[in-house]
């Protein structure tokens, strides 16, 4: 049997796929323009750092965004995204194999809708179609992207793909990940906009104002799946050593449905000591919330009761506030009619939005928020019948 060196380069086709799936949604972006102009022979430039051991991370860029709500980015430079999507791409189908099926965030044919379908399911379950008490407990980790241990997240990859993974480059592989993992972008960033833009967000919040070696950054694919993959051991934790049958996750929004509230209110404190335990997390001691179900749960932007759907506060007000900048922008053209850019603007956020609430209880909601607040955009679009769709006009 032939037997390939343990150090075995990561092939040129692999980077090489790994660009295309990262240039397919930021093609337009100034980094992916800038790298696209000659992206041959960077590409071979990064594979022979990554395969000779020379790769670092160059610079990213720190943001603020609002919506849905305050947080921090960094956007990392494109050639690392590219050795984001690399990785990812090799460890993802053997995390697939590990993950509980009701870990929702960051994962294909799943999401925020799938989370919402399979906590009204639990529900009706628990319930016996809600003819029976069941309750539900949700539960929030406090700053849980800046206060992942990375040193603990790092043991844990190393020994997942050492025991898992059987390519001829798994320590290269163990080296590429190690990189990233323990690159901290907020030591070496630009920051787009004011600095104030970070007035009023928690210092729980912020990667520079994490604990020494705790930390990643929330805007890179690597996070969002190495958090996943940090918090699995909970999960089954959850599942296996809980007895609890009815449990969903999406990032660190989790919720345990349970016939006996009592048992529920049991499991906080043993929640509380695992995650403090084991992982280095703590529980948002604002966030605990332990209900009939019949009172209703608010779970990933949308309120879930007995039967129906409704959207939550947030969603209204950012549709809302989007209608409302849409409408001061028509108002800048006057009489004049709004360029091709404004008028799809226009209907890509307002089509945004009718399709997220359009799969939830809420026709004579988008009916009224259309109807009493887009104005004058009626002379150069109009809405389907069913209010869930903008249409341009000629």
Same mark, same amino acid.
């Given at each position: 049997?032939?037997?390939?060196?343990?150090?075995?380069?990561?092939?040129?086709?692999?980077?090489?796929?790994?660009?295309?799936?990262?240039?397919?949604?930021?093609? #337009?972006?100034?980094? =992916?323009?800038?790298?696209? %102009?000659?992206?041959?022979? !960077?590409? &071979?430039?990064?594979? *022979?750092?990554?395969?000779?051991?020379?790769?670092?991370?160059?610079?990213?860029?720190?943001?603020?965004?609002?919506?849905?709500?305050?947080?921090?980015?960094?956007?990392?430079?494109?050639?690392?995204?590219?050795?984001?999507?690399?990785?990812?791409?090799?460890?993802?189908?053997?995390?697939?194999?590990?993950?509980?099926?009701?870990?929702?965030?960051?994962?294909?044919?799943?999401?925020?809708?799938?989370?919402?379908?399979?906590?009204?399911?639990?529900?009706?379950?628990a319930s016996a179609n809600y003819?029976?008490?069941?309750?539900?407990?949700?539960?929030?980790?406090?700053?849980?992207?800046?206060?992942?241990?990375?040193?603990?997240?790092?043991?844990?990859?190393?020994?997942?793909?050492?025991? #898992?993974?059987?390519? =001829?480059?798994?320590?290269? %592989?163990?080296?590429?990940? !190690?990189? &990233?993992?323990?690159? *901290?972008?907020?030591?070496?960033?630009?920051?787009?906009?004011?600095?104030?833009?970070?007035?009023?967000?928690?210092?729980?919040?912020?990667?520079?104002?994490?604990?020494?070696?705790?930390?990643?950054?929330?805007?890179?694919?690597?996070?969002?799946?190495?958090?996943?993959?940090?918090?699995?051991?909970?999960?089954?934790?959850?599942?296996?050593?809980?007895?609890?049958?009815?449990?969903?996750?999406?990032?660190?929004?989790?919720?345990?449905?349970?016939?006996?509230?009592?048992?529920?209110?049991?499991?906080?404190?043993?929640?509380?000591?695992?995650?403090?335990?084991?992982?280095?997390?703590?529980?948002?001691?604002?966030?605990?919330?332990?209900?009939?179900?019949?009172?209703?749960?608010?779970?990933?932007?949308?309120v879930i009761k007995p039967g129906?759907?409704?959207?939550?506060?947030?969603?209204?007000?950012?549709?809302?506030?989007?209608?409302?900048?849409?409408?001061?922008?028509?108002?800048?053209?006057?009489?004049?009619?709004?360029?091709?850019?404004?008028?799809?603007?226009?209907?890509?956020?307002?089509?945004?939005?009718?399709?997220?609430?359009?799969?939830?209880?809420?026709?004579?909601?988008?009916?009224?928020?259309?109807?009493?607040?887009?104005q004058g955009w009626w002379r150069?679009?109009?809405?389907?019948?069913?209010?869930?769709?903008?249409?341009?006009?000629?």
């Amino acid at each position: 049997m032939n037997v390939e060196p343990a150090n075995a380069y990561i092939e040129f086709h692999e980077l090489l796929e790994a660009y295309f799936r990262c240039r397919k949604n930021k093609r #337009r972006t100034h980094n =992916a323009l800038a790298f696209e %102009l000659d992206y041959e022979a !960077k590409l &071979v430039t990064l594979w *022979n750092e990554i395969n000779d051991g020379t790769y670092r991370p160059g610079k990213s860029i720190a943001f603020i965004v609002n919506k849905p709500v305050k947080r921090e980015i960094f956007a990392a430079d494109f050639k690392d995204r590219i050795v984001h999507h690399l990785i990812i791409s090799k460890l993802n189908p053997l995390f697939e194999q590990l993950f509980i099926f009701d870990s929702y965030a960051c994962r294909t044919g799943k999401g925020t809708l799938f989370g919402i379908k399979r906590l009204e399911r639990f529900i009706r379950r628990a319930s016996a179609n809600y003819s029976r008490d069941a309750y539900v407990l949700k539960l929030d980790i406090r700053g849980f992207f800046m206060h992942i241990n990375v040193e603990i997240l790092h043991a844990k990859l190393m020994e997942f793909i050492h025991s #898992r993974y059987v390519g =001829a480059d798994k320590e290269l %592989l163990m080296s590429l990940t !190690k990189v &990233v993992l323990f690159n *901290n972008p907020s030591q070496n960033c630009v920051i787009k906009g004011a600095k104030s833009g970070w007035d009023g967000l928690p210092p729980d919040k912020s990667l520079f104002y994490s604990p020494v070696n705790c930390g990643l950054p929330i805007g890179n694919l690597s996070s969002q799946v190495f958090a996943n993959f940090y918090l699995n051991g909970f999960d089954h934790f959850i599942k296996k050593n809980c007895d609890i049958k009815f449990y969903g996750r999406y990032v660190d929004d989790f919720v345990l449905v349970h016939q006996d509230g009592q048992y529920l209110r049991s499991l906080i404190p043993v929640i509380r000591s695992y995650l403090l335990r084991e992982l280095g997390l703590a529980l948002h001691p604002n966030k605990i919330y332990l209900q009939r179900y019949e009172k209703g749960v608010a779970y990933l932007g949308v309120v879930i009761k007995p039967g129906r759907v409704y959207v939550g506060r947030r969603i209204k007000a950012n549709f809302y506030r989007s209608i409302q900048q849409h409408n001061h922008l028509l108002a800048e053209f006057g009489k004049g009619k709004p360029d091709i850019l404004a008028r799809q603007s226009f209907q890509s956020s307002m089509n945004s939005y009718l399709g997220i609430m359009g799969h939830h209880n809420t026709y004579r909601l988008r009916k009224s928020m259309v109807s009493k607040n887009v104005q004058g955009w009626w002379r150069f679009a109009h809405v389907n019948g069913g209010v869930t769709k903008f249409v341009l006009k000629p």
